[in-house]
């Protein structure tokens, strides 16, 4: 029985190497939902507003799924070499469940993704951008989440409305019930700005000259952080899971081939 | 491009005689891309529309007037039997409704030096060129409600509503109307849509996600039936080997050189 001492000890080495690969990965999957959690361009409250901030709670079990994958797989490693049944079926069902929850991460982001749309965030702006009289406090909290957020997104990136100025224009919206259509035919954060943060020329942004306003529209500013967002979380998650799926089936096997 | 396209309309028009077949124009679309909005109308200033009435020696003004094309059924006329200009005003008219209201007024533009467009580059000239070259129908929302305002009102247009314009010459000695443009082609301002409306359904479901849900639902079942099949194996494995010595004297024979196996 040579061949299967040999047989076993490959095992062995394998789920060893194995366990390693997956400690590595939760900590990089810890370390990559901590970054997406901590927002970096600011888009969280727009999501928040929208009441579909699922990509968000993918993360955070993200980080939390990680940091249980890197303390099972030392668990696995010291269960594979000491042969330990007792120790490789906590790690079994240990593992299981990370696995459910991981799963549900990589779903729950894949699948929220899907619905932020160049229409979700246009009606959302034309609703809550500078809402002058919220209805109660939650109402106030998202309205100026979205308003800071917005002058942020148009001020940093030089872009104006969703797909451009022209939804200012074409739709009706809180903004247009407090500032004129004659003077501000879109917020004064789309004209070219000056180093001093005032428009270089207020009358050739109204009237749309080009080079004293930003034609171009935010949704890509706004969709590129999101889609790297979802598809790192999502994808990441995915590509653990079929390394863990392969480790798990080779410790059952190990497991099931144990001698008391 | 649009410089070329600029003087050589500037050309023309200079070659024209100002009789009666100019109308005002809207402002060239290069140069205000927004026009018209929700409640303003950005019109050409009357360049060389004038030309053939002006006289050297005197002083001219010219008047815009606005009315809504509904109005042209009740009343068109901008001057009265002594041909001297109609005063009428926003409110009195309801916003161009019943008949023309008189929207500004201000010098001839210069017809020999027009200004140069392709100065609306330069921070510094915007200003001037923009001044200089075309008027906003409906710029001042405030003058409707301010009591002491005494020049000319133009307030805000009504959204989504035509509009034709005028422009009359008008001697500012004498006060008599010398020369007036035909009524501009209809100009319609913008409708707007609401946000209610807005359709926010995603459609359907991306290919990353049927590719991720799928797959990942059946690693799991396929980890579920592992793992029912590894306890399986080893329940029936231990009820074999305390059923059967043979297996056992196998294990103690492979137990010296091999204690990972027999594990505590």
Known sequence: ?260 | MGRCWLVLVFCCLGQLCADQSLKPQIAAPQLATNNPTLTTVTLEKPFCMFDGSVHPNKSYVIYLYAMKESASAISSLVTDNDNKPLNSTFQQTSGGQLGPYKAALFNVPNCASPPKLAEVGDVNKVSDVLKQYLFRVGDDGTCLYDPNFLAVCNPPLAPDTTYRFKYVLLDSTEGIVKDQTLWSDSIKTRGVKLPLKIDTWPGRRSGDMIVITSILSVLVFLLLVGFLASVFSAVMGSKDSSAEPRCMSQTNQQSEPRPQLSSE
């Not at chain 1, 579909?52 to 099972?72: K, P, Q, S």
């Not at chain 1, 269960?79 to 790690?91: A, D, E, F, P, Q």
């Not at chain 1, 903004?175 to 270089?200: K, L, N």
């Open chain 1, 1 to 260: 029985m040579a061949k299967s001492d040999d047989g076993i000890r490959i095992l062995q080495g394998l789920l060893v190497f194995g366990n390693v690969v997956i400690g590595m990965c939760g900590i990089a999957l810890t370390a990559e939902c901590i970054f997406f959690v901590s927002d970096p361009h600011g888009l969280y409250p727009l999501l928040e507003a929208t009441e579909n901030d699922d990509i968000y709670a993918a993360a955070w079990i993200g980080i939390f799924v990680g940091f249980a994958l890197f303390a099972l797989s030392i668990l696995g490693i010291v269960g594979v070499i000491k042969s330990s049944r007792t120790l490789l079926l906590v790690y079994i069902i240990l593992m299981l469940i990370t696995y459910a929850f991981e799963m549900a991460s990589c779903i729950t982001a894949a699948t929220q993704r899907d619905f932020l749309t160049p229409n979700l965030f246009l009606k959302q702006m034309l609703e809550r951008y500078q809402k002058l009289e919220p209805d109660n406090n939650n109402d106030k909290w998202m309205t100026e989440g979205v308003t800071k957020a917005w002058n942020k997104l148009m001020l940093q990136n030089q872009c104006c409305g969703v797909r451009g100025p022209s939804d200012w224009q074409e739709y009706t919206s809180v903004f247009r019930i407090t500032h004129s259509d004659a003077d501000f035919p879109w917020p004064h954060q789309c004209c070219v700005m000056d180093p001093q943060g005032s428009p270089v020329n207020l009358d050739g942004c109204k009237l749309g000259v080009p080079g004293y306003y930003n034609s171009n529209g935010c949704y890509d500013a706004i969709s590129g952080p999101m889609n790297t967002h979802a598809w790192g979380v999502a994808w990441f998650g995915f590509a653990i899971l079929c390394w863990t799926f392969c480790v798990l089936l080779g410790t059952m096997f190990y497991w099931s081939r144990i001698e008391y």
